[in-house]
């Protein structure tokens, strides 16, 4: 039963993703050509806004992409390579584009890890965007390494609710 309900998954994940990227691309075209052919009439400020929903549909794209690897795990081997957390952070950062009432801060200079680059969006992405979420007006969010004992640990800190009581085992 297992088999076949992994195998489900899968054929879901394939049908979900093939759905959800035709019209993502359609999206970055017209963002594209709006921003080629309307550049003089958007200014800086409406040629920018594209640039990001353009940044913005990419980083989706890779969602995606992620979607089909996790229903692959097991399947496929995948691939792994140096990533700067720093610029990772900022890329997400720049992503996510927190409301002007919360402020995030990035302490210390993020190190370089290998591993996998979706992966590794993956987790900061829903880090960093839940903590926005639940974030309270003139809410701070912190960004910080630890590596006390030889390990690097990130924490990403914030003032909202929190996880309640018991559900931790939930979500990690």
């Not at 639940?134 to 003032?159: L, N, Q, W």
């Amino acid at each position: 039963r297992l088999g076949e309900t992994n195998r489900e998954l899968k054929d879901f994940a394939y049908v979900v993703s093939h759905d959800l990227k035709a019209p993502l691309r359609g999206i970055a075209v017209l963002a594209e050509w709006l921003e080629t052919d309307y550049r003089d009439k958007l200014g800086a400020e409406g040629t920018e806004q594209l640039r990001l929903l353009r940044h913005r549909a990419t980083r989706m794209q890779q969602l995606i992409d992620g979607i089909l690897q996790y229903a692959r795990i097991g399947h496929v081997k995948e691939d792994v390579e140096p990533i700067d957390l720093h610029e990772l952070v900022a890329e997400i950062l720049d992503a996510v584009a927190p409301p002007e009432h919360v402020t995030i801060t990035v302490r210390h200079h993020l190190p370089k890890v290998v591993a996998s680059r979706i992966r590794m969006t993956q987790v900061f992405q829903n880090l960093i965007a839940n903590a926005v979420s639940f974030s309270p007006p003139g809410g701070t969010i912190m960004v910080r390494v630890d590596d006390a004992a030889g390990k690097i640990r990130v924490e990403i800190i914030d003032d909202g609710p929190g996880i309640p009581t018991g559900k931790e085992r939930d979500i990690f």
